[in-house]
Structures are given as C-alpha cells and as structure tokens.
C-alpha cells in the first residue's frame, strides 16, 4: 500500500482527550475514530490489525472442533427474561421496541439465543458434544466507556459456547478451550496471564480470565510468587494478617468527638486500624445491608453481591443511612436489629474491638464477636492485598494490574434448564445440557497489544499482528535511482507476498522516520543516496535501535526471512 493514498492521518500532538497509551497511539497513527462515547470507527490500519487477530482467532477455534455461526446481534427482550438476564445486565443491556411495541435487546452476549437454538436440534446425547461460536459485533451500555478500544459500548468478540452430556465433557471441552486461548495470544505475539475469576452471581462455576499485564489495567490481580496462584481481587482469597486475641474485657463507651472515619477514631483512640470495626452500607435489590469488617480491611462488593445473590448492589447514602436509624459515623454492629448483618471473616480473630455505639460522637471500646453482637452471617467478604498470605502455600501474596483479554465460564445447566435445552441419554433419560462460554474481545485484544508493546515514539507491533510487515522509507526521492530502486522492490516485495507500508510521500526524512516510528511496522527498510552508494539499504527493527547497512542483493529473501522469524516469534522471545 502506498502512504501516499493510505486513509488516515498521522497526528504529532497527544490528543488531550486520550488518557491511555493505546487511545493515544490509536488516535495518533489515524487508526481509529470516535463516533460517540464507547463507539468507533476503525480505519484501514487499525482494521488490518482487527483482521489478523480475527483469522488467528478462527483458526484455534476451528483447530479445537468448534464450528463457526453467526447469530443476530437483535434478540427478543423475553428471551433474557426467560433466564432472568435481563436484571442482571441491568442498564448495561441495550434494548428497544419495534413498530409493534415489541421489545428487543442488542446482544452483550450469545448465550440464550443460542441454547435456545440448541434445543431446537440437539435431542440425544449422540448429538453432543459441540463446540459453537461466532466473530461478531456486541452491544454494552457501559457505565464508563474509557482507554479507547479497552472498554467500548459497541465491539467485535468471540464468542464459543460448549454443549456437553455432564460435567466430565465440559471439563475437556473447558481444557481444550484454555488451550485455544494460550494459543491466541502466544500466536499474537502477547503474554497472557491465566487467572482465577469471579464466576458470577447467576449460575457459573469455575472460571478463569486471561490477563495481560500493564500498568493500565484495570484489574488488580493477586497472585503468589511461591506456588503460582493467581487470581483476580474479584476472586482472590488470602489468609488475613492475624491479630492478637486477648481476654475479653467489658464493654466501654468512650467519647470521641469528630471522629468518624476509621483513620480518625484510630488517631484519636490511639489503637491500630485492625482493632477497630468498620461498618459499610449498602443497598441490595432496595434492601439495606449493615456490613462489618476489620477496619484495616476492605470490601470486596463482588464476593458481597454473590453471597446476598443480588441483582444490584451499591453504597447506601447518608440518607438511607440515616432514615434506618443509624448514626453516620458511629454506626455499630451492637444492639442493631431488623437489619441484615454480613460480617467479615476477620472479625472472628482478634478481641476488644472498637465499634460505634450508635450515639453522635460515641464509640465502644471492647466489642467482641458473638459476646456483644450478632451477624447473619460470617464469611470472606474482604479483598485480599499484597503481603497477606497465599490461599494456597501461605506466601506473601504480591499484587499487579492487568487487562482482561477473554473470559472462560463453566456456565452448568442454569440456562439450558431455564430454556428447555435438553438431551436424553441412552437409557432414554432427559438431561439439561451441560454448557461453558468463552469470550476474547477483539479490540481490547489490539488495545492491550499497544499498551504491553509500546516506547515514547509510537507502536511496537508484534509481525503476527502488525498492519503491514515491512515500512518501505525512501529519503530524498529527487535522486532518480533512490526512486527507481523503491519502485522495484515495493514491486518485487509485494509479488512475494509480503505486505508493505511504502511511503512515497515527498516528505522529509525526520517526519518519515517518525511516522514509521509511530505506526510501529516491525521492519523500516530504508533506500537513500548515501546507501545506495554502497548497493545497499539499510535495516532497521522497530524493536531495536540500531539499523544495518545490508546489500541490495539478496534483499528479498534476506527480508523473507526477518517476516518469517517475526511470524513465528513467541511472546518475549528476543
Ligand atoms: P469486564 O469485566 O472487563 O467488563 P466482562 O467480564 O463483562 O468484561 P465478558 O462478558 O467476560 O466481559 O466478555 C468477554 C470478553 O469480551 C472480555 O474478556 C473482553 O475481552 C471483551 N469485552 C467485554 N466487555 C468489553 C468492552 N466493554 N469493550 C471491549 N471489550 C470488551
Ligand atoms: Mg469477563
């Protein structure tokens, strides 16, 4: 492709809307354009890109037996009441009516269309199993759309569903898709971190996301140098720093005036954060809930909404607060009732806590659990941080950001039961099939390969992904020989089936050279005067520094060769 004619235009200033690398590199290099908040369009470039991901994609998934669909991003509304989705999408499903008041959604995710079509034509268990899937746009009303293709409201995912007999089959066909995905990244050139997740409220097993690190990220993940565990906060449990029992002392309220934080009471009482209990308000499907946890400690809102199997769940205001009778600030978990109480794990080691009293300005020292107060019930709600000790093997747990890149879900029978997904077996038994699900976002896959590959001039594309192999840089085309020698190997590379960037502008070196810089081609070759005074062009790896002067002869298979070793380069491989 020549420069001259590619669509898009190459900006030198940082876009003030752009927080992130790879929105800013994305802008940048005139790959993308936003169309509305969370909705863009790719341009040519950036499309390349979306295209290569995508055919490494279809082959792993093909390489796995899965057969390739395609569904209808619109779906009726009563298809997600059927399986209660509906509520636990909430606002983030898109939805609409017809001309005839009929109500539609644009599919976040395939799942009820396609076990519903799976009823349809799977009756024996000699129909299974099957592995399905589609390349396809879905629709999220994402409260915050952000980081350019890392978190849009309008995306390209793969999405495979597995229908299984029992549990065993959706073992293997959960194993062979965790193959299929380390293939994909390894294979895009991007290190993929394979992490415990969070499997939801609704339904769902294991499940595990594939992370890839960066400092952007919006994960926080755990994991264990001494044994391997890794999981997301979402998920990650940990064995909380203990704290000393001693004998319970009596009940005492003290005074403590201005102090309503944990940070404040601990100053002003002089005890550690972990001696003290905080209590946090939320609110679950309109029901209040009084949560308790050691004050060092924080909540983890995704273990919460699972254990109180809730749709929604946010903070309580003040309000809510104070219209059940509580006293911000110095709310206790002592003499409450008619409120649910969900307490923290933590609060069961450890004695003589400082708790509200339920008073403007007042505190107890010496509450203990169950002496002094009741929960509903007692479980991990905490996240677990660094320095706390691994699940696992008791290490010191350390912590690291990272970008999810896809998700895998045993899903079980929760929504084929609901959907009448049914089997029978060879004794002429009905069963709801057993499914799994297992998403990559496309974009976010390009997005995460930018901020993970990256330096203060542009892009790093690994050749696997790259939107051309080679940048074909003449300097100084006014020497007809510089030309005629870009010409002929523009034309000769190409017929060889390598793709080249070929900037035929009459642009000065500096701004060619930064350009090549900034849309990040693996291999700038360039042809100029002063190499061509030595039959030669030079060299240069975008991933390296320095170029190499190397002879015209030969040049082709010489670059054959660089292409392939690209192609075929493993993550982090040098
Ligand atoms: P997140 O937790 O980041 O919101 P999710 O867990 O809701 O994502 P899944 O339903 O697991 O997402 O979707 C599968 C994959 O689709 C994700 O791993 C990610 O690669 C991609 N994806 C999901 N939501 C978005 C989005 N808003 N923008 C871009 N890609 C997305
Ligand atoms: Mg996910």
């Not at 929105?23 to 390349?48: D, E």
């Not at 294991?206 to 952007?216: G, K, L, N, P, Q």
């Not at 009778?325 to 806590?353: L, R």
């Not at 997904?421 to 057993?434: K, L, M, Q, R």
Request: net charge negative; charged share 25%.
């Amino acid at each position: 492709m020549r420069m001259s004619k590619t669509f898009g235009k190459t900006l030198r200033e940082v876009p003030a809307e752009a927080d992130t690398i790879n929105h800013q590199l994305l802008l940048r290099a005139g790959m993308i354009h936003q169309v509305a908040a969370g909705v863009y369009s790719y341009l040519p470039l950036a499309w390349r890109v979306l295209k290569k991901i995508e055919n490494i994609i279809r082959d792993e998934m093909n390489k796995a037996g899965g057969q390739e669909l395609m569904m209808p991003v619109l779906q009726p509304l009563e298809l997600w009441q059927e399986t209660g989705r509906d509520l636990a999408f909430g606002k983030g499903l898109f939805t609409l009516s017809d001309r005839r008041d009929r109500k539609l959604a644009l599919g976040p995710t395939h799942e009820e269309v396609i076990t519903e079509m799976v009823s349809h034509n799977v009756q024996s268990y000699r129909d299974l199993p099957l592995l399905l899937y589609q390349i396809q746009t879905k629709f999220r009303d994402e409260p915050r759309p952000r980081a350019g293709l890392m978190r849009v409201r309008e995306f390209t995912m793969k999405d495979l569903y597995s229908f299984d007999t029992d549990e065993e089959g959706l073992n293997q066909s959960y194993n062979q898709m965790l193959q299929a995905y380390q293939n994909i990244y390894s294979r895009c050139g991007l290190p993929a971190l394979l992490v415990e997740a969070d499997s939801g409220a609704i339904g769902g097993k294991d499940s595990h996301e594939f992370m890839v690190i960066a400092e952007s990220g919006e994960d926080e993940v755990i994991y264990c140098p001494g044994c391997q565990y890794t999981a997301n906060t979402d998920k990650a449990q940990s064995i909380k720093n203990k704290i000393e029992d001693g004998e319970p002392l009596p009940l005492e309220e003290v005074p403590t005036p201005g102090a309503a934080t944990i940070e404040q009471l601990s100053d002003f009482l002089k005890v550690s954060q972990n001696r003290t209990l905080k209590a946090v308000f939320y609110i679950a499907d309109e029901e209040l809930i009084f949560v308790v946890i050691r004050g060092d400690l924080e909540v983890n809102e995704v273990k919460l909404k699972n254990i109180l199997h809730c749709f929604e769940l946010r903070l309580a205001t003040e309000t809510e607060v104070i219209g059940a009778g509580i006293v911000a600030g110095a709310a206790s978990p002592v003499g409450i009732s008619g409120i649910k109480v969900i307490a923290d794990d933590s609060i069961t080691s450890g004695a003589n806590f400082v708790a509200g009293a339920n008073k403007p300005d007042t505190h107890f020292r010496n509450a203990n659990y169950p002496r002094d107060f009741r929960a509903d019930l007692v479980v991990d709600i905490a996240r677990a941080r660094a320095g706390e000790g691994c699940p696992k093997c008791s290490s010191k747990l350390s912590s690291t950001h990272g970008i999810e890149v896809g998700h895998v879900f045993k899903l079980g029978t929760f929504i084929s039961e609901k959907l009448g997904a049914s089997f029978t077996d060879a004794n002429g038994v009905s069963h709801p099939i057993v499914m799994g699900s297992y998403g990559i976002g496309l974009g976010r896959l390009l997005a995460a390969a930018i901020e993970q590959s990256h330096d203060d001039k542009g892009i790093i594309w690994p050749m696997p992904i790259a939107p051309y192999h080679i940048y074909l840089c003449p300097l100084y085309q006014e020497s007809s020989r510089v030309s005629e020698v870009a010409e002929s190997l523009y034309v000769e590379l190409e017929a060889e089936g390598l793709e080249v960037l070929f900037d035929d502008r009459k642009e000065s070196p500096g701004v060619k050279f930064n350009d090549a810089d900034l849309l990040g081609i693996p291999i700038r070759v360039t042809v100029s005067p002063r190499t061509l005074k030595k039959d030669s062009v030079e060299i240069k790896r975008r991933s390296e520094k320095e170029p190499e002067l190397v002879p015209l002869e030969g040049i082709t298979e010489r670059l054959k060769e660089l292409v392939r070793q690209g192609l075929s380069r493993l993550p982090n491989s040098v």
